[in-house]
């Protein structure tokens, strides 16, 4: 498949709405071990709760990342407004990953967040055994900052997770923004 450009792509405001589509289910049960870090997504169900709690979380800033098919993946930041950092998340429809379009989702979420969302810094972390996330902070302008050990616990296994950090005065990612739909 090729690389999706910003002409393919777009992102929006998650909305609740989005809870009836079938691309969360399907992205968290192409990669149940991957993605069981950002939430119990089982069932529609679940599915549903997973979106309707982020689409409703005022710390939480949840872009979705759409594509002609509707809702493909998401990118999120969670804000820390006392030291104007934030934490960001993501997640890709299989159809849509290894293709790069994570990365540019990710860079044009990181780049406004740094610049108008008014954060002086991001973090990003990722499983020490998933190189492809850091493929995405690289390309999203992320700067590696070192290995915490044993930091996340996945069902009872303890991993070490690649930090990656990115200050507003850093240089900005240099891909092409994704446009931003209301």
């Known amino acids: ?26 992205a ?14 089982q069932d529609a169900q679940s599915a549903r709760a ?14 979705a990342v759409c594509d002609a098919h509707g809702l493909a ?9 006392t030291n104007l950092s934030g934490w960001v998340a993501y997640w890709m429809h299989p159809r849509l990953r290894g293709t790069g379009a994570t990365g540019l989702a990710v860079a044009t979420v990181a780049d406004r967040a740094l610049t ?3 954060l002086g810094r991001l973090e990003l972390g990722h499983r020490a055994n998933n190189p492809a996330s850091g493929g995405v902070a690289r390309r999203a302008g992320f700067t590696p900052e070192g290995t915490q050990r044993g930091y996340f616990l996945i069902d009872g296994v ?23 739909r209301g």
Do not use: I, K
């Open 73 to 81: 993946g998401l990118v999120t930041v969670q804000r820390d407004e």
């Open 28 to 41: 968290f049960t192409a990669d149940p071990d991957g993605m069981s870090r950002q939430g119990p997504v």
């Open 1 to 26: 498949m090729p690389s999706p450009t910003p002409a393919d792509l777009y992102l929006r405001p998650l909305r609740a709405d989005d809870a009836d589509t079938a691309a969360v289910l399907a």
């Open 50 to 63: 997973y979106v309707e709690h982020l689409a409703g979380n005022a710390a939480l800033e949840a872009t």
């Open 158 to 180: 303890r991993h070490d997770v690649h930090l990656w950090g990115r200050l507003a005065e850093d240089p900005p990612s240099g891909v092409e923004p994704l446009p931003l």
């Open 116 to 118: 108008d969302g008014g």
